[in-house]
T-cell receptor
Framework: DAKTTQPNSMESNEEEPVHLPCNHS???????IHWYRQLPSQGPEYVIH???SNVNNRMASLAIAEDRKSSTLILHRATLRDAAVYYC???????????FGTGTSLTVIP | KAGVTQTPRYLIKTRGQQVTLSCSPI?????VSWYQQTPGQGLQFLFE???????NKGNFPGRFSGRQFSNSRSEMNVSTLELGDSALYLC??????????????FGPGTRLTVL
């Protein structure tokens, strides 16, 4: 199974950008990169996903390395509500293998 | 549109018993996936059902089983409970077969405690 590696924790000041890294050196050509986050006492929620090109949505941006072995989730202006555990997941279009890993716990400092 | 609902929200059982958890997906969604979340192992994939068929299964013993009904509602069963089965069990639904370009919507989870 293709797996991901993320830092255990990160801190950011409120209203500053946050770059959350993810390494996925064993990614295959058919793996999509998804990001979910889990707020305290809630189930995970979708943030963004991509395959090869960088992606933007109202919540965040996803920057994917040219060799696809790493990616970065970018929160443009962190708010206190963004404090959560962020999971980088590889999803294969053939087998739907889900591996959440341990994620990165983001602390936002007021 | 109502979100994913899971019942019960909290459950306490003793070792050796069995338990059944229920998940109602978002209306129109045909895929339901189940996950186990523990402090030590994080979020682990149990299985996925799509149109009443199990499409994928994670690395869990046969004590963990599930099924999906024609209305897409799903149940998960754990037999012969062990202390290590204490966890938050999360259900997620999606319109298409869970994966590539379809978003999964998670429920709030069922907190199972095994004594």
């Amino acid at each position: 199974d293709a797996k991901t590696t993320q830092p255990n924790s990160m801190e950011s000041n409120e209203e500053e950008p946050v770059h959350l890294p993810c390494n996925h050196s064993t990614i295959s050509g058919t793996d999509y990169i998804h990001w979910y986050r889990q707020l305290p006492s809630q189930g995970p929620e979708y943030v963004i996903h991509g395959l090869t090109s960088n992606v933007n949505n109202r919540m965040a941006s996803l920057a994917i390395a040219e060799d696809r072995k790493s990616s970065t989730l970018i929160l443009h202006r962190a708010t206190l509500r963004d404090a959560a555990v962020y999971y980088c997941i590889l999803i294969r279009d053939t087998g739907n293998q889900f591996y959440f890993g341990t994620g990165t716990s983001l602390t936002v400092i007021p | 549109k109502a979100g994913v609902t899971q019942t019960p929200r909290y459950l306490i059982k003793t070792r050796g018993q069995q338990v059944t958890l229920s998940c109602s997906p978002i209306s129109g969604h045909r895929s339901v996936s189940w996950y186990q979340q523990t402090p030590g192992q994080g979020l682990q994939f149990l299985f996925e059902y799509f149109s009443e068929t199990q499409r994928n299964k994670g690395n869990f013993p046969g004590r963990f089983s599930g099924r999906q009904f024609s209305n897409s509602r799903s149940e998960m069963n754990v037999s012969t409970l062990e202390l290590g089965d204490s966890a938050l069990y999360l259900c997620a639904s999606s319109f298409l077969q869970a994966g590539v370009s379809d978003t999964q919507y998670f429920g709030p989870g069922t907190r199972l405690t095994v004594l």
